[in-house]
């Protein structure tokens, strides 16, 4: 039994539509047109930072082009490409701990905001803020399980983990915001 079958495949695998049998994307090319977005937004959520997020991508996908034809056959192009993802990141994480940050500029002016959506921003940005201060598997099995809306499955198939490892991020991270929710609400 192959990975491919013992857990569901992962939305838009590389399969091609045009095929009756969902024969498997041979173009690297066009899958790539068609999940970079998917993998850029996967990215930033996971990393927290739109500058990482393309090189991110970009570095997944070079490990992924000479596999290929192996991966596209196998169903299992998008698992692997999100779990390189994830290894880059907390690779980055591991990397940045040992260095001393610099502020980011921003040179784009910001626009003024509504009053609606001041405080739609606000809980965004209070619930991001949250999100990020996650180790960073914890952070990125929140993001494919509430953002991406995987099963704990293909979660797990992503993060090269059992499906219980899993579950323990999903809910140890939701415990621990859980908690700094409570610490942030009593302290007002």
């Given at each position: 039994?192959?990975l491919?079958?013992?857990v569901?495949?992962?939305?838009?695998?590389?399969?091609?539509?045009a095929?009756p049998r969902?024969e498997p994307v041979?173009?690297f090319?066009?899958w790539?047109?068609a999940r970079g977005g998917?993998?850029?937004r996967?990215?930033y959520?996971?990393?927290?930072?739109?500058?990482d997020?393309?090189d991110?991508?970009?570095?997944?996908?070079?490990?992924?082009?000479?596999?290929?034809?192996?991966?596209?056959?196998a169903?299992?192009a998008e698992?692997?490409?999100?779990?390189?993802?994830?290894?880059?990141?907390i690779?980055?994480?591991?990397?940045?701990r040992r260095?001393v940050a610099?502020?980011?500029?921003?040179?784009v002016a910001p626009?003024?905001p509504?009053?609606?959506?001041t405080?739609?921003?606000e809980?965004?940005?209070?619930?991001?803020?949250?999100?990020q201060s996650l180790?960073?598997?914890q952070r990125a099995?929140?993001?494919?399980r509430f953002?991406?809306?995987?099963?704990?499955a293909?979660?797990a198939?992503?993060?090269?983990c059992?499906e219980?490892t899993?579950?323990s991020?999903v809910h140890?991270?939701?415990g621990?915001l859980?908690?700094?929710l409570?610490?942030g609400a009593?302290r007002?």
């Open positions: 039994m192959t491919s079958q013992e569901p495949p992962l939305p838009n695998d590389p399969v091609d539509p095929s969902g041979e173009d090319g066009h790539v047109a998917a993998l850029q996967f990215a959520l996971v990393t927290g930072n739109a500058h997020a393309p991110l991508v970009q570095d997944a996908l070079a490990h992924a082009l000479p596999r290929w034809k192996q991966l596209a056959a169903g299992t698992a692997y490409v999100r779990r390189s993802i994830v290894n880059g990141s690779s980055r994480w591991r990397k940045g260095l610099v502020e980011d500029v921003e040179s626009r003024e509504t009053e609606d959506e405080a739609r921003l809980d965004a940005d209070a619930a991001w803020q949250l999100v180790p960073p598997t099995a929140v993001v494919l953002y991406e809306d995987l099963a704990f293909q979660i198939l992503i993060l090269d059992p219980t899993a579950r991020h140890r991270a939701l621990r859980r908690q700094q409570a610490e009593s007002d």
